[in-house]
């Protein structure tokens, strides 16, 4: 059943850039009727006060570039903070399960909107949860994989401090014993010394 609602879920998300580029067109007409001559009256009132001379088709241009592109930034933060995506793909999920539905004569008189249309939105609710279910499974195993590699780790830590701790007794131990030694050993050196002084006349 996951499985079947997941892949419907991806068959319908095809509607997604459809709707986005329908948007997009409807957009870039907003402001196509933007004209150079409503522009005519500023032009005129510059030209006789200020001797200067108006680019009005310039300034239409950048103006409907300009807006333009807000009207288009701004759907474009509607779509990704609304998560407008998912809610299209599942409506259009809802719209096929139901379908069987539609043209049906339907009372909305005697049952209130938030009954009639309680169906679809604990079918909604439900999708939602399987979906948050399968990205807790999913963190689940990623967990469970990152508390072995700190176990792991932290084993490797120990060994290292364990050797290390063993190598300073040993350390230890060798500096003792050349402690033991060092009278031998400047005994001896004296003694080589000595053999190797001139002796006195």
């Not at 933060?77 to 004569?105: I, P, W, Y």
């Not at 604990?122 to 994989?145: A, G, N, P, T, Y």
Request: with cysteine; glycine share 2%; net charge negative.
């Amino acid at each position: 059943m996951e499985d079947d609602t997941e892949y419907a879920f991806k068959q319908h998300e095809a509607i997604i850039p459809q709707v986005i580029e329908a948007y997009d067109e409807a957009i870039q007409q907003i402001f196509a009727d933007l004209s150079s001559s409503d522009l005519d009256v500023c032009a005129a009132i510059l030209e006789e006060n200020e001797d200067s001379c108006l680019d009005t088709t310039q300034i239409i241009n950048s103006t409907r570039r300009l807006m333009t592109k807000i009207v288009l930034d701004v759907n474009q933060c509607f779509f990704a903070g609304s998560d407008v995506r998912t809610k299209l793909t599942t409506l259009e999920m809802l719209k096929e399960q139901f379908s069987n539905h539609e043209g049906k004569d339907w009372n909305f008189h005697s049952v209130s909107p938030e009954e009639l249309t309680r169906p679809l939105r604990m079918h909604s609710l439900d999708l939602s949860i399987r979906f948050i279910e399968r990205q807790l499974k999913v963190q689940e195993m990623e967990l469970k994989i990152a508390i072995g590699n700190s176990k792991a780790n932290r084993q490797i830590i120990r060994d290292v401090q364990s050797d290390r701790v063993k190598l300073g007794v040993m350390i230890q131990e060798q500096m003792a014993g050349y402690q033991e030694i060092k009278p031998q050993l400047i005994e001896i050196e004296r003694s080589i010394n000595d053999s190797h002084l001139p002796s006195e006349m």
